[in-house]
């Protein structure tokens, strides 16, 4: 699947606070929320930043979020998650 690209016409203001990397504090942003919203895991939002599962959570929790609770089928997910990775390793 290719990226996609949006064009996002921001206030002045809000383009000169958002730093030397603009398109990588918007990635952030915007996958902070979908990870808050519960519509993606941490571990996916990570693996699109180039994070490891560890650095993925201390990402998430720096940003003031907690880490999330888990259901058991999410937990299951988790889990099978880190044994693909450990296999693969």
């Known amino acids: 699947m290719e990226a ?3 064009k996002l016409d921001l206030p002045p203001e809000v383009a000169k606070v958002l730093g030397n990397d ?3 504090e918007t990635l952030e942003a915007l996958l902070l929320h979908l990870v808050h919203q519960g519509r993606v895991t941490l571990a996916w939002a990570g693996e699109r930043l180039g994070m ?4 993925a959570m ?3 929790t720096a940003q003031g979020y907690p880490y999330p609770n888990l259901t058991k089928e999410e937990l299951e997910h988790e889990i ?3 044994k693909s990775r450990l296999a693969g390793a």
Do not use: D, G, H, K
Not at 52 to 55: F, G, L, M, N
């Open 4 to 6: 996609m690209t949006i």
């Open 22 to 24: 603009p398109e990588r």
């Open 52 to 55: 490891s599962r560890w650095q």
């Open 58 to 60: 201390e990402w998430y």
């Open 80 to 82: 099978n998650y880190a």
